[in-house]
């Protein structure tokens, strides 16, 4: 496998940072650019992040004298100096969607971690072990950009993350109708306790659009490329509440299930553990081994002892009983920063360099 260059475009937000954690060090990646607002820039990375580095591990030694270049006023130095690019910036939704096909356009693909293009019909919202198929729509956005190199595909939103990977084995059955409450971590509003004390001893019961990311970004995942567009599934039905707890990493989903065929619980739980995806087969660097892991302990999981599972790539799931309203219920824990945010993007990237997309 090649080394390539990558730059982090929005390096100094949490998302950013994490990035930077990932990318330093990673065994086909060589992180060589740096770029974040006007504010940042032509500064040296520790400067551009001194006291508000946020990462549980130190700055890395070997980016802190990068130079920060101008997301925006240095784009094309940007592309001509990466093989592609993360993207992670802080900005209107307009303006991340006009940047993220401005860095397309100079044939520097694009990974993001952003919403903007979610939605967009051509971009592919990608969880690796789910629906890697979907990446064959890149063909028709290098179409409709007028590219050869250049695409945008971006990954899913965090709150997701926890509960579709543990459904997706149980589609055979027909899954109908599912309610699920998340209750999200401070990180995911790139948050910690120092910057927003106001969360310790407090629950905020509303994050400002995740009920309808929750509830529509699932039937995209779940679509299917036709005619060079992702078509959304028409079904299950989902509902969604997302709260904000006191947690600083890690987002928990309570979810209830119904089925057309109701599997008996032997059969979900055989089918989380055999479950596995493209990543697994071809063994990505940051694809965790095992996916989706059960635990049988009544009080499991939990935020703090499982959700740096597997290098925060796993999904953890637990107390899988039958209910009185649906026909199950379960909990189930990601890492928001990790497999939700920077580490599914991270995982994205290997797939597409793995499938020929990036070259």
């Known amino acids: 496998m090649k080394k390539y ?60 004298d990068i130079m920060v270049l ?38 520097c693909p694009v990974i993001s971690n ?5 939605t967009t019909n051509d971009v592919p919202m990608v969880i690796p072990e789910i629906n890697a198929g979907h990446l064959s729509v890149i ?27 543990a459904l997706h084995p149980l589609q055979k059955y027909g899954i109908q109708e599912v309610v699920t409450c998340t209750y999200q971590a401070i990180s995911g509003a790139g948050k910690n306790f120092a910057t927003w004390p106001e969360m310790l001893d407090n629950v905020i019961p509303y994050i ?5 990311k929750s509830e529509q970004e699932p039937m995209k995942v779940w679509g ?22 006191p947690v600083t990493d890690g987002h928990l989903a309570a979810v209830f299930v119904r089925f057309e065929q109701k599997p008996s619980k032997e059969d979900i739980l055989q089918l989380w553990k055999e479950f596995h995806g493209r990543p697994q087969e071809l063994k990505l660097p940051l694809a965790p081994a095992q996916f989706l892991h059960y635990f049988e302990e009544e009080n499991r999981p939990q935020s703090k002892l499982d959700r740096d599972l597997e290098r925060g790539m ?16 379960f909990v189930c824990i990601s890492h928001n920063t990790l497999r939700g945010a920077a580490g599914g993007a991270v995982l994205l990237a290997e797939l597409l360099c793995a499938e020929g997309y990036i070259t």
């Open 5 to 64: 260059n990558v730059g982090i475009v929005g390096a100094t937000g949490m998302v950013g940072q994490r990035f930077v954690t990932l990318v330093e060090g990673h065994p086909w990646f060589n992180l060589t650019t740096l770029a974040a607002s006007s504010r940042s820039a032509g500064k040296p990375y520790s400067e551009a992040v001194s006291n508000r580095w946020q990462m549980p591990t130190s700055l890395p030694e070997s980016v802190k």
């Open 70 to 107: 101008d997301a925006e006023q240095d784009a094309e130095k940007i592309a001509a100096a990466v093989d592609f690019i993360f993207c992670a910036v802080d900005m209107k939704k307009e303006e991340i969607k006009a940047l993220e096909e401005h860095y397309a356009k100079l044939e």
């Open 114 to 118: 952003n919403s903007a293009h979610r």
């Open 139 to 165: 063909e028709a956005q290098r179409k409709r950009l007028g590219t050869k190199r250049g695409f945008i595909a971006v990954k899913s939103n965090c709150s997701i993350q926890s509960y579709v990977p």
């Open 208 to 212: 400002g659009g995740e009920e309808e």
């Open 224 to 245: 299917s490329v036709e005619n060079g567009q992702i078509v959304a599934a028409t079904s299950p039905t989902i509902t969604a509440q997302c709260i904000r707890v």
């Open 314 to 329: 796993a999904v953890s799931i637990g107390r899988l009983r039958e209910d009185t309203v649906y026909d199950y219920k």
